[in-house]
């Protein structure tokens, strides 16, 4: 975890995400200068993500062959946290287990921007995606208030990327 930046050090809004490699990408969630998280997806169907940080690396997995649900969990198989989509919505909730609620989604039917928002705090942070760019095709955009209030916010960050993926993989296949 030395190759990352803690996100308390963070002092810029937003933050653009490369996508390296062609056909196994994997994502780097960085200022220019520092790389702040990675995400790599594991195996030949993409089902296993991990994310890596500066404070810790999570495996996100689904919780059954053909459920909707995904498990958050860390390296020593501790269960983290619990992604539930909701049915006919497009809003999906996180639950971690240190008490953290929040709910992803995008707050305009046509709108590229997700948001991951919390009933006290508010909006946490969003992702953009960007139309027709392979290299760089999302932006974070994070409230430098929220880092102190919000340990998480890396882990939010990458898991709404890996959300986002997951949504357009969707999109793909039904179409």
């Known amino acids: 975890m ?3 930046r803690s996100f308390d050090l963070l002092r810029v809004q937003e933050l653009p995400v490369l996508r390296h490699g062609f056909w196994r990408p994997w994502y780097e969630l960085t200022d220019g ?3 702040y998280g990675k995400l790599t997806y594991t195996g030949a169907l993409k089902r296993n ?3 890596e940080t500066a404070k810790g690396s999570w495996m996100v997995k689904r919780k059954s062959w053909v459920g909707r649900k995904l498990i958050i969990e860390q390296p020593d198989g501790m269960e983290t946290g619990l992604i539930t989509p909701e049915i006919w919505s497009r809003k999906i909730t996180l639950e971690l287990n240190n008490g953290l609620t929040a709910t992803f989604y995008n ?3 046509l709108s590229r921007t997700y948001t991951w928002v919390n009933e006290q705090l508010g909006d946490i942070l969003s992702v953009e995606t960007k139309l027709w760019s392979r ?3 999302f932006i974070i955009k994070i409230d430098p208030d929220m880092i102190k209030k919000v340990p998480e916010l890396p882990l939010l960050a ?3 990327i890996n959300l986002v993926l997951l949504k357009q993989a ?3 296949a039904t179409s």
């Open 2 to 4: 030395d190759q990352f």
């Open 33 to 35: 200068q520092f790389s």
């Open 49 to 51: 993500c991990i994310l």
């Open 107 to 109: 707050k305009k039917i």
């Open 135 to 137: 290299k760089q095709p």
């Open 158 to 160: 990458l898991l709404g």
């Open 170 to 172: 969707e999109a793909a």
